[in-house]
Nanobody, 124 residues
Framework: VQLQASGGGLVQAGDSLRPSCAASGRTFSTYVMGWFRQAPGKEREFVATISSGGTTYYADSVKGRFTISRDNVKNTVYLQMNSLKPEDAAVYYC???????????????????WGQGTLVTVSS
């Protein structure tokens, strides 16, 4: 599985962005998909995840502002980010997990494949 993330950029605080992540493979609809982010000098942290059935789960820091969604026809997962804050600035990574065991997966080690990351910069 190859994941290609895009859609990052430079925005001002309060603006919106919608990164996307395109996946290869014919079984995308069965994967758990997740978004993580990593700021300079910090560990990679969980942002959001969506199950194969479309159930979503968010980090508290983004709940109510970010929305994860998936399009199983386009093999793509999206992260709609609204009301961006300077602390949201990071490299955003998408990840996929082959087996959906029916729980929320929040740890990087839970995921099997990773995209290359897309940079989000938020100016105050």
């Amino acid at each position: 599985v190859q994941l290609q993330a895009s859609g990052g950029g430079l925005v001002q605080a309060g603006d919106s962005l919608r990164p996307s992540c395109a996946a290869s493979g014919r079984t995308f609809s069965t994967y758990v998909m997740g978004w993580f982010r990593q700021a300079p000098g910090k560990e990679r942290e969980f942002v959001a995840t969506i199950s194969s059935g479309g159930t979503t789960y968010y980090a508290d820091s983004v709940k109510g502002r970010f929305t994860i969604s998936r399009d199983n026809v386009k093999n793509t997962v999206y992260l709609q980010m609204n009301s961006l804050k300077p602390e949201d600035a990071a490299v955003y990574y998408c990840a996929s997990k082959r087996y959906d065991g029916g729980r929320f997966y929040r740890l990087p080690v839970d995921y099997d494949y990773w995209g290359q990351g897309t940079l989000v910069t938020v100016s105050s």
